[in-house]
């Protein structure tokens, strides 16, 4: 479907748009004064089409229209086309056509729609004076339709099949009967058989948006067979519109043409129905379904009001209603009250809220001048003393007549602010723009905590192991930009190194131990503690959100937090599908909600649909991650569900046995010595990193065991570099464990011989739980893994071949 009028976007071009026709007015005017200089009228065309690239980037082809025709109207009188009377009046129309832009403007930013009003008038007379034929006045109509009105909610379009067969058959007579009625010829016969196609039409795409174009096309063939609709070439245009639309089902079946504007096309077609003077039975019956009355047509034409005059008339009241309030603060309504006896009093607020009721009016704010016409008359039963009698009434009344004259001077002073097409109250939109500035600050952060994470993980891969070729070595080139890239100052002999690389003249040592440096000084803030501080930020967003009652905003925000809790758990944040999953999630609710500040009028229902449906996809991926972690806040006499191998396919088996194996030796090598003096950093940095491998290579091939006894070293040694975990004798004797167990886990995956597992995720859960108690191993506690298991010796769960 052809796309809306982007009325946000309008909001944020409007002032260049109106600046432009200032300019084209003031070069018009200098080009009147002396046509003999040509320069001001080529500077008016430039002005006019900047403003038609607009109007056709937001949408607003009814816009453009008019500025299409200033366009004609400038070249002509460029090229001298027209003389005498004829270039007067062309100048004339441009100068109006240039006025009323402003109000159009405006009128389209109120009424959030491109509808045309009052464009015809502009448009037509610039065609006529040009020698053009007019155009038809349904291309400048608009209407309200009701949802859903025309179509049968529920409803469900015929088969493929049958819709291709049946429009297949019916293309041919229905072009020729169309061509017929356009000729003139045979016009009742023909239109009653279109209007039988149009029919047989509506049945096959019932539930659809086709549905009331078919509808309505029934409604026109009626009304050219009776003379009630003369054809024209918008008539043309829909017929055409319809031949198109059998062509495409012909060919698609039930599908819906996306280029098919059947909004647009609907507004012509309703044109013709409001027009009709008289209402034979199907245009009676879609004049009821549409809602048309006899005010339709004359609303649509209605005359603009330029946006001035709008803000001159709603300041005025604002004027009036703050002589009311400087009344009323100086003078006892109380007191007042009890005046009622018959002695004159002071009308002056009752004269202030009667002036700004008509300026109200004037101003189209007829909500507003409702609500101080109750305050007036409360106002005037009070003098009267009316409320004398009870005390309580005589309070309610003046805290009525108070809030009521507040609230409508505070929304006043809010749409003289925040523009005049705004709906919401001051206090509404207050509060919902405190809470969005608010939840923006607090999703910057998550968004940097995020791409700080994906940043490091994303060069601490790329130097997991020396690049071999050009594509490892550009990987880490990459990597290294993405830190570097976000300022340039600092670390220069890097940066040398980098260019040396992206050059072709790479010396890789030095550039590996640049880099490792790099990393190790980028690690101000671990991984486990930005996702911790994420977390919250998450859980203040929400709150906030639903505080403001947008609950739906908050439900979103809750399913991202509860992905990236489980990934984090599972050790699973990385640039992947979920992760661009939340990250889609994240984007879309920023956008509706930034527009809705913007905008509070808006529909970000699209937005906000890609929104939930993201966050319903994290909830599938979160189902599907390990457990891992969190093993630690549950009872230890819960039975846990393992993460099982999977076959590791034969094109990774080798080189993924052969790098595990030089792991090992390294671990092998680098734990005692980091025993022996826990406090090289870099030696622990070396074995975290190690395992952080398992980790990764584990999950990739399907030798998850491993993996996931890789994620839990790693995340205990990561508690260890963050200061949060202390090496005592528990932890080394874990490691000692963990180094012993590796050599024979990793053969298993080699010769594919049974391997009894309960050792491996004996290890892997006290790794968990020493990270999460501190550094008590807590081993003693664990249960038996094969206490979990079925009470059958023979359970395969407990002891199984790997690495098949």
Same mark, same amino acid.
């Given at each position: 479907m ?6 946000v976007?309008?909001?944020?071009v409007?002032?260049?748009?109106n600046?432009?026709a200032?300019?084209a007015?003031?070069s018009?005017?200098d ?12 500077q ?6 900047q ?9 607003m082809?009814k816009?453009e229209?008019?500025t299409?025709?200033?366009?004609r ?11 005498g ?6 100048m ?19 009424a959030?729609a491109?509808s045309g009003q ?13 020698g053009?034929r007019?155009?038809p ?7 309200e339709?009701?949802?859903?009105a025309?179509?049968?909610?529920g409803?469900?379009?015929?088969a493929?099949?049958?819709i ?7 293309l041919?007579?229905y072009?020729?009967?169309?061509k017929?009625a ?9 239109m009653?058989?279109v ?10 795409f019932?539930?659809?948006e ?7 096309m029934?409604g026109?063939?009626?009304g050219?067979?009776?003379?009630l609709?003369?054809p ?9 519109t319809?031949?198109?639309?059998i062509?495409y089902a012909r060919?698609?079946?039930?599908a ?10 609907l507004?012509?077609?309703l ?9 034979p ?6 004049r009821?379904i549409?809602g048309?009355?006899e ?18 008339a ?7 209603l703050?002589?009311v ?5 100086t003078?006892d309504?109380?007191?007042?009250a ?6 004159e009093?002071?009308n002056?607020?009752?004269v202030?809220?009667?002036a700004?009721?008509?300026?109200l ?7 507003h ?5 109750g305050?007036q ?21 003046i805290?009525?007549i108070i809030?009521g004259?507040v609230?409508v001077?505070?929304?006043i002073?809010h ?5 005049l ?6 206090r509404?939109f207050?509060l ?7 939840t ?12 700080q994470?994906?940043r490091?993980?994303?060069?601490? !891969? ?10 490892a070595?550009?990987r ?25 690389a992206?050059?072709?003249?790479a010396?890789?040592d030095?550039?590996?131990e ?5 990393l190790n000084?980028?690690?101000t803030l671990p ?9 919250e930020?998450l859980d203040e967003?929400a709150?906030?959100l ?19 809790r489980?990934a984090s ?25 930034q ?5 509070p ?10 929104a ?10 979160a189902?599907?991650?390990s ?5 630690v ?23 993924f ?6 792991i090992?030796a390294?671990i092998?090598t ?7 003096t826990?406090?090289d ?12 491998t398992f980790?990764g290579?584990g999950r990739?091939?399907?030798?998850n065991?491993?993996?996931e006894?890789g ?11 963050d200061?949060d975990?202390?090496?005592?004798? !528990?932890l080394?004797l874990?490691m000692d ?9 990793v ?6 011989t049974?391997?009894?597992v309960t ?9 968990f739980?020493?990270?999460s108690?501190?550094g008590?191993?807590l081993?003693?506690?664990?249960p038996?893994i094969d206490?979990?298991?079925?009470? !059958?010796a023979?359970?395969s ?8």
């Amino acid at each position: 479907m052809a796309s809306k009028t982007d009325i946000v976007a309008l909001k944020w071009v409007v002032g260049l748009m109106n600046k432009q026709a200032e300019n084209a007015e003031a070069s018009l005017v200098d080009y009147s004064n002396d046509p003999s200089n040509k320069r001001p009228l080529l500077q008016c065309m430039w002005a006019v089409h900047q403003i038609t690239s607009t109007l056709r980037a937001l949408g607003m082809r009814k816009g453009e229209m008019l500025t299409l025709e200033m366009e004609r109207s400038l070249n002509y009188l460029y090229k001298d086309k027209v003389t005498g009377e004829r270039r007067k009046l062309t100048m004339g129309g441009l100068m109006q056509a240039l006025k009323v832009l402003p109000a159009y403007f405006a009128h389209a930013q109120n009424a959030r729609a491109d509808s045309g009003q009052g464009l015809e008038q502009h448009v037509n007379d610039m065609r006529r004076w040009l020698g053009e034929r007019p155009r038809p006045p349904a291309y400048f109509f608009h209407m309200e339709i009701p949802e859903n009105a025309g179509i049968t909610v529920g409803g469900q379009p015929a088969a493929d099949e049958e819709i291709r067969e049946r429009a297949n058959v019916m293309l041919a007579l229905y072009l020729e009967m169309a061509k017929m009625a356009l000729r003139r010829k045979n016009v009742k016969e023909s239109m009653k058989t279109v209007a039988r196609i149009s029919r047989r039409m509506q049945t096959l795409f019932v539930g659809t948006e086709p549905e009331r174009f078919w509808l309505t096309m029934i409604g026109i063939c009626e009304g050219v067979a009776g003379g009630l609709i003369v054809p024209d070439e918008c008539i043309a245009q829909i017929f055409k519109t319809g031949a198109f639309t059998i062509k495409y089902a012909r060919e698609n079946g039930a599908a819906i043409d996306p280029n098919m504007d059947y909004q647009a096309t609907l507004q012509q077609m309703l044109y013709y129905i409001a027009a009709c003077k008289a209402r034979p039975v199907h245009i009676g019956r879609i004049r009821g379904i549409f809602g048309i009355s006899e005010n339709t047509l004359s609303d649509a034409n209605g005359n603009l009001i330029h946006a001035d005059a709008l803000v001159t008339a709603l300041s005025s009241a604002l004027d009036q209603l703050n002589t009311v309030v400087d009344h009323l603060n100086t003078h006892d309504l109380a007191e007042e009250a009890k005046r009622g006896d018959g002695r004159e009093l002071d009308n002056t607020a009752l004269v202030g809220i009667e002036a700004t009721q008509y300026r109200l009016e004037a101003a189209g704010q007829m909500v507003h001048a409702d609500s101080l016409h109750g305050v007036q008359g409360r106002l005037e039963k009070l003098y009267r003393g009316d409320f004398n009698e009870s005390p309580e009434q005589l309070t309610q009344a003046i805290s009525d007549i108070i809030r009521g004259i507040v609230d409508v001077k505070l929304d006043i002073e809010h749409k003289l602010e925040h523009g005049l097409g705004s709906s919401f109250s001051s206090r509404e939109f207050e509060l919902r723009e405190s809470v969005v500035a608010a939840t923006f600050n607090h999703m910057g952060l998550v968004e940097n905590y995020m791409h700080q994470i994906l940043r490091r993980k994303e060069l601490a !891969s790329a130097l997991a192991r020396k690049p071999k070729d050009d594509a490892a070595l550009l990987r880490l080139t990459v990597a290294l930009n993405r830190h570097l890239n976000k300022t340039d100052q600092g670390y220069e002999e890097l940066r040398e190194a980098v260019r040396q690389a992206d050059a072709g003249e790479a010396d890789v040592d030095r550039l590996l131990e640049l880099s490792r440096v790099f990393l190790n000084e980028q690690e101000t803030l671990p991984d486990r503690k930005a996702i911790d501080l994420s977390l919250e930020l998450l859980d203040e967003i929400a709150g906030a959100l639903g505080f403001a009652g947008m609950e739906e905003e908050a439900s979103i925000i809750d399913r991202c937090s509860g992905w990236l809790r489980a990934a984090s758990k599972a050790g699973e944040v990385r640039e992947d599908d979920a992760f661009r999953c939340f990250a889609e999630a994240f984007a879309q609710l920023e956008l509706h909600l930034q527009r809705s500040v913007i905008d509070p009028l808006d529909d970000t229902e699209h937005m906000l649909a890609i929104a939930r449906q993201r966050a319903a996809e994290l909830d599938e991926f979160a189902a599907k991650l390990s457990s891992g972690a969190e093993v630690v806040e549950g009872s230890w006499a819960e039975p846990k569900n393992y993460v099982e191998d999977a076959d590791i396919p034969p094109e990774f088996r080798e080189v993924f046995i052969e790098e595990s194996e030089e792991i090992v030796a390294e671990i092998s090598t680098l734990t005692p010595r980091w025993l022996e003096t826990p406090d090289d950093q870099d030696v622990l940095r070396d074995i975290r990193r190690h395992f952080h491998t398992f980790k990764g290579n584990g999950r990739a091939v399907g030798a998850n065991i491993l993996g996931e006894l890789g994620w839990a070293v790693q995340d205990m040694l990561d508690r260890v570099l963050d200061g949060d975990l202390e090496v005592g004798e !528990s932890l080394k004797l874990l490691m000692d464990d963990v180094v012993n167990e590796l050599p024979v886990l990793v053969a298993s995956y080699k010769d594919g011989t049974s391997f009894d597992v309960t050792r491996t995720r004996e290890l892997t859960d006290r790794c968990f739980r020493m990270a999460s108690g501190a550094g008590e191993d807590l081993a003693g506690t664990l249960p038996q893994i094969d206490d979990q298991a079925s009470a !059958s010796a023979s359970d395969s769960s407990v002891v199984e071949p790997l690495g098949h």
